[in-house]
């Protein structure tokens, strides 16, 4: 009787000790699950937030046809500043078009209900402004070349009933005026978006314009760039072109708001996808 009393008191301790050995590994397995599982979920939103691992495909270029992949996350947005108001601590009136340099990083603002540009620092600190004192009446869009010089697409206004771009120099003084000729529909062209490349041309988009009008770095015509686009069964005809940007690789943008579509080029102007 005693020696079963001892085998029982042996097999309980022993039945405890493996109860405590199981649960030891048990815990020890679920925190590895865990961490596991934790650090998928960080590496699947890394890709998720990089478009180059994020299911991306480049569209077709034979037909333009998009074959993104419908399983992307998007990105969560953060603002960090709004801008209201300008150095004097006025309200903005249709503020409708911003540019950043990239060389200052400053950044510039069309305040067209002011007529005026107004410029901040990269902290968004208003800086400056130029308006009609310094020959800006109908400021429409705008953009900063690689050396400083500022283009300022402009309306016809009361004192300049025609429409040109605005030429400043670094200083931001008026240096000049470029009024637009040499090709069709140059009388009643309204420029509104421009863009630089990096060998200084302007690509200027017009309201309603078929194309962009392509200006030589003196401010010269050079040539229309129009791409040519049918909707549905239709027949083919010019896209007109409503915003035109370049990128740091030199790509050429051109969004068309009738087509529903954004036309890309090098920049050697060669048609390389639409989408």
């Known amino acids: 009787m005693v020696k079963r009393m001892c085998n029982f008191l042996t097999y309980q ?5 493996r109860l405590i050995s199981l649960s030891v590994i ?13 650090i998928t979920s960080v590496w699947a939103q890394r890709k998720a937030d990089d478009p180059t691992e994020a299911g991306f495909t480049a569209p077709s270029k034979s037909t333009g046809s998009d074959e993104r ?12 500043k709004i801008i209201r108001e300008d150095y004097q601590g006025a309200a903005l009136s249709y503020p409708s078009k911003l540019f950043v340099d990239p060389v200052k990083r400053e950044i510039y603002i069309t305040d067209s209900g002011h007529s005026r540009i107004l410029v901040y620092t990269h902290d968004f600190y208003p800086l400056l402004s130029i308006d009609k004192t310094d020959g800006i009446e109908a400021p429409v869009g705008l953009a900063v070349d690689r050396k400083g010089y500022l283009f300022i697409a402009q309306s016809p206004g009361k004192k300049h009933p025609k429409p040109r771009i ?9 240096k000049r005026d470029i009024f637009f000729s040499g090709f069709k529909g140059a009388k009643d062209f309204r420029p509104k978006i421009i863009a630089i490349s990096r060998a200084g041309a302007l690509y200027v988009a017009g309201n309603g314009y078929a194309g962009v009008v392509v200006l ?5 015509f050079s040539h229309i760039l129009s791409p040519t686009d049918r909707l549905g069964k239709g027949e083919k005809q010019k896209a007109t072109i409503c915003d035109v940007e370049i990128d740091i690789n030199g790509r050429i943008y051109l969004l068309s708001e009738d087509m529903g579509r954004i036309y890309v080029y090098n920049n050697k102007e060669d048609f390389l996808f639409k989408f």
């Open 13 to 17: 301790k022993s039945s405890k000790k």
């Open 26 to 38: 048990l815990a020890i397995l679920i925190v590895m699950f865990l961490l596991a599982r934790s």
């Open 166 to 174: 605005s030429l400043f120099d670094p200083s931001l003084k008026w």
């Open 69 to 80: 992949k419908s399983n992307v996350t998007p990105r969560r947005i953060t603002v960090f």
């Open 216 to 220: 030589d770095k003196e401010g010269e």
